[in-house]
């Protein structure tokens, strides 16, 4: 069967500018698409395309959003399947199937987008319950078959929309918070790394938790034990709260919001180490000066920031923060101490970081060794062709008088 035959309408690439696809990357730029023989204008955003190349080889399908500058993103490069239900169905339970031989209980990212076959799609399980983002028009468009999908594959009590993300507006989506089947509870659970967290789904960052995070931890929390920790940025505990379950002396928590160190000082107290953890509220650049003021010095510091460049413009300043933000965290550390510092901006590469943060400790006449790089976990899958998939850098440096 010929796409040009069915109803969906087709997409002709200019010249050479199917390599990339053909390489494994999903995505067709506006300025790819021979728009005077296939006018793209002429389509409604998150409606499905065939894409073919200027020989009017099939390639595949995709939707397509004509006012974004993404103005493709495929899905199948199956000509018997085209985007359907079924489709979805068989993209999650692919999706879900690694999840499952990966933990052992259900509380991961479920589907990460480009790399598990469904672009503009984020899933995150809390156990029964979904949170799902849909980043797209085309995904948008897709909303009742892919709700009804992941009932069939996930059997969820409840599926929250959480379209609130500044990338929605990109794409002329509005930005809401939805519930869109069932039900979800005002507080929901989950375990990571044998503790316990109760977290906002409706009013949390992002999702709710970040599972990106959740291998570096595992990988991390021997090196705590016994340490006075600062966990800057927070968030309701992931670090701080497994720091002092797994046996550190000390941990200080700071973060900007409120709510958030609330449900810390829960999380805490959930799993019996409340003693042991204690929070600052304030903006964590002024709270390491302070700290740095009063002389007090922590063993392991962990800087875990919001992502400082967001867009390509942010570069200079994003930075310039993050070399500020890691020198100023540097020099809480006792002497011989370990800061362990990520960034989740996808246009600042791992050794670009590094490189800012090796210009810190010169500075402060510090003499560094990278001891562990991690990355996100599995569940945030990375496709070898779509750079876009990486963005998570965490690395664990010693920090040394200088040698
Ligand atoms: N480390 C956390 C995730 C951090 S999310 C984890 O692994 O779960 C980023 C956090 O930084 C948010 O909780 C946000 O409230 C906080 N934040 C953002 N800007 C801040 C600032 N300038 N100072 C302190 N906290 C800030």
């Given amino acids: 069967m010929s796409p040009l035959e069915t109803d969906i309408p087709a997409l002709l690439l200019k010249k050479n500018q199917d390599k990339r696809l053909r390489s494994g990357h999903c995505w067709i730029f506006s300025n790819e698409i021979d728009s005077e023989k296939t006018p793209i204008k002429a389509l409604q955003p998150g409606e499905q395309v065939a894409v073919l190349d200027e020989k009017e080889?099939?390639?595949?399908?995709?939707?397509?959003?004509?006012?974004?500058?993404?103005?493709?993103?495929?899905?199948?490069?199956?000509?018997?399947?085209?985007?359907?239900?079924?489709?979805?169905?068989?993209?999650?339970?692919?999706?879900?199937?690694?999840?499952?031989?990966?933990?052992?209980?259900?509380?991961?990212?479920?589907?990460?987008?480009?790399?598990?076959?469904?672009?503009?799609?984020?899933?995150?399980?809390?156990?029964?319950?979904?949170?799902?983002?849909?980043?797209?028009?085309?995904?948008?468009?897709?909303?009742?078959?892919?709700?009804?999908?992941?009932?069939?594959?996930?059997?969820?009590?409840?599926?929250?929309?959480?379209?609130?993300?500044?990338?929605?507006?990109?794409?002329g989506l509005p930005r809401q918070v939805e519930l869109a089947a069932g039900e979800i509870p005002e507080q929901v659970e989950l375990s990571e790394g044998g503790c316990r967290f109760r977290v906002s789904l409706h009013e949390g960052q992002k999702t709710g938790w970040f599972f990106d995070q959740a291998a570096n931890r595992d990988r991390l929390m021997p090196l705590l034990r016994e340490r006075r920790v600062l966990d800057l940025f927070s968030y309701v505990g992931g670090w701080g709260v497994r720091a002092a379950q797994a046996g550190a002396s000390?941990?200080?928590?700071?973060?900007?919001?409120?709510?958030?160190?609330?449900?810390?000082?829960?999380?805490?107290?959930?799993?019996?180490?409340?003693?042991?953890?204690?929070?600052?509220?304030g903006d964590a650049f002024e709270i390491l000066r302070q700290l740095k003021e009063s002389k007090q010095r922590f063993d392991v510091v962990l800087v875990d920031p919001p992502a400082f460049i967001k867009r390509r413009k942010d570069q200079k300043q994003g930075e310039l923060a993050y070399r500020r933000i890691n020198q100023a965290a540097m020099q809480l550390l006792s002497r011989d101490g370990l800061l362990i510092s990520s960034s989740c901006s996808?246009?600042?590469?791992?050794?670009?970081?590094?490189?800012?943060?090796?210009?810190?400790?010169?500075?402060?006449?510090?003499?560094?060794?990278?001891?562990?790089?991690?990355?996100?976990?599995?569940?945030?899958p990375i496709h070898p062709a779509i750079p876009e998939t990486a963005y998570l850098k965490n690395f664990s440096l010693r920090v040394l008088p200088r040698f």
Avoid: W
């Fill in 250 to 281: 000390a941990v200080t928590c700071v973060d900007s919001s409120e709510s958030a160190l609330t449900q810390l000082l829960e999380n805490a107290q959930l799993n019996g180490v409340e003693q042991r953890v204690d929070s600052l509220r």
């Fill in 346 to 380: 996808h246009h600042l590469s791992g050794e670009r970081l590094l490189g800012l943060i090796n210009q810190a400790g010169r500075h402060l006449d510090r003499s560094l060794q990278l001891l562990i790089s991690g990355a996100q976990g599995p569940d945030h």
């Fill in 57 to 171: 080889l099939f390639i595949g399908f995709g939707y397509v959003n004509p006012q974004s500058l993404i103005a493709v993103r495929l899905l199948s490069r199956d000509q018997s399947h085209p985007i359907s239900e079924s489709l979805l169905v068989h993209r999650l339970n692919i999706a879900l199937s690694l999840r499952q031989r990966l933990y052992a209980e259900p509380y991961y990212r479920a589907v990460y987008g480009e790399a598990d076959g469904l672009p503009g799609l984020v899933v995150d399980r809390y156990g029964d319950y979904l949170v799902a983002q849909l980043g797209t028009a085309g995904m948008e468009a897709l909303r009742q078959p892919l709700l009804n999908a992941l009932d069939k594959v996930f059997k969820p009590r409840g599926v929250l929309l959480r379209n609130d993300s500044a990338a929605r507006e990109l794409e």
